[in-house]
């Protein structure tokens, strides 16, 4: 059973910062695409950052510039640093293995930006 548990979420005020981590239960960590969702109270989950096994990034405009996702195969985690929050980005931060075959969730972490 793959588990991913994430860490670092909390309350920050406007333009502050926060680092998330994820850490994986799974064999060959490297293998695996990993991404960052996020869902906000009354809103679809949605896509915040992605990282290939090839260390390739994409993100979604409205974090681009703020948010850097990374990952250390070695300690089987990725990262997302939050520079420069905002209200907007208040959600709940799930986690993400995807491969062939595969695709699994953590359980999320809390993000609340106060103005």
């Known amino acids: 059973q793959v588990r991913l548990v994430e860490s670092g979420g909390g309350l920050v005020q406007a333009g502050g910062s926060l680092r998330l981590s994820c850490a994986a239960s799974?064999?060959?960590?490297?293998?695996?695409?990993m991404g960052w969702y996020r869902q906000a109270p009354g809103k679809q989950r949605e896509l915040v950052a992605t990282?290939?096994?090839?260390?390739?990034?994409n993100y979604r405009d409205s974090v681009k510039g703020r948010f850097t996702i990374s990952r250390d195969n070695a300690k089987k985690t990725v990262y997302l640093q939050m520079n420069s929050l905002k209200p907007e980005d208040t959600a709940v931060y799930y986690c993400?293995?995807?491969?062939?075959?595969?695709?699994?969730w953590g359980q999320g972490t809390q993000v609340t930006v106060s103005s």
């Open positions: 990282i290939t096994s090839a260390s390739i990034t």
């Open positions: 993400n293995l995807n491969g062939i075959g595969v695709n699994y």
């Open positions: 799974i064999s060959i960590f490297s293998l695996y695409a």
